[in-house]
Nanobody, 119 residues
Framework: QVQLVESGGGLVQAGGSLRLSCAAS????????MGWFRQAPGKERLFVAK????????DYADSVKGRFTISRDNSENAVFLQMNSLRSEDTAVYYC????????????WGQGTQVTVSS
């Protein structure tokens, strides 16, 4: 089992920045990648970004490219999401997730952290 705990959410004005953190614990060996997802009220959960644990390769949703940066700290088993130039449409609950194999569903999820961007 892998446990994920997000932190760093909050209220920020449009154009501002936030940095989300996700701390992982438990049986960490074998995690393939970790991702960030978000869910706005009344909408489905959407992919934001992911990072492969072994080589650090990244991928982003088009809506956040150039504004968000995902990174990891292998020594701390943590992943981060630096969010710049925030917009009101970025308002959502942000979830950290991990999976043990490429191309599969994410196996583990955090409890989520609220990000609210005021215009």
């Amino acid at each position: 089992q892998v446990q994920l705990v997000e932190s760093g959410g909050g209220l920020v004005q449009a154009g501002g920045s936030l940095r989300l953190s996700c701390a992982a614990s438990g049986r960490w060996n074998g995690v393939y990648d970790m991702g960030w997802f978000r869910q706005a009220p009344g909408k489905e959960r959407l992919f934001v970004a992911k990072i492969t644990w072994r080589d650090g390769s990244t991928d982003y949703a088009d809506s956040v490219k150039g504004r968000f940066t995902i990174s990891r700290d292998n020594s701390e088993n943590a992943v981060f999401l630096q969010m710049n130039s925030l917009r009101s449409e970025d308002t959502a609950v942000y979830y950290c997730a991990a999976r043990i194999a490429a191309g599969t569903r994410y196996n583990y999820w955090g409890q989520g952290t609220q990000v609210t961007v005021s215009s």
